[in-house]
């Protein structure tokens, strides 16, 4: 059987559409059914981040804008749940083969904030991730 090329893609967005002094971290995820008798390969993990967090109104202080930096990993699982495998974006080398994992899953974090003292924070952010991933015989 040849090598099946698999894809997982997804964009997570967040917005408000007014100042608050709390942003709730992002935390999605999407997968992908693999098939465990044939040896799968991790081509790429990668995420891009849009927008941010924009602190405001702080007493004696300037606005602020909060960089923000997802944290993208992509989690292999074996049918049963013995096994787990960990991968870490961003990622452009293959990984080695492994077998026996029936289930990935690509997942985004980003942490919260929170500001005191009447500040507030305005939101528009976007994460956009996606990994690759071959199975060979």
């Known amino acids: 059987m040849p090598t099946t090329h698999y894809m997982i893609q997804f964009l997570t967005e967040q917005y408000l559409d007014s100042e608050v002094s709390t942003v709730y971290g ?3 995820d999407a997968f992908l059914f693999l098939d465990p008798s044939r040896n799968t390969v991790v081509r790429e993990i990668a995420s ?29 699982i074996q049918p049963q749940g013995q096994t787990e495998e960990y991968f870490y974006a961003p990622s452009f080398n293959h990984s080695p083969p492994v077998k026996g994992y029936g289930l990935a899953i690509l997942r985004v974090r980003e942490l919260s904030v929170s500001v005191t003292g009447g500040a507030g924070l305005a939101v528009s952010r ?10 060979t015989d």
């Open 26 to 28: 992002i935390d999605d």
């Open 48 to 76: 891009e981040e849009v927008g941010g967090i924009l602190a405001s109104s702080y007493p004696g202080g300037v606005p602020i804008g909060f960089s923000s930096k997802a944290l993208t990993d992509l989690r292999l």
């Open 126 to 135: 976007a994460i956009g991730a996606h990994a690759y991933v071959d199975q």
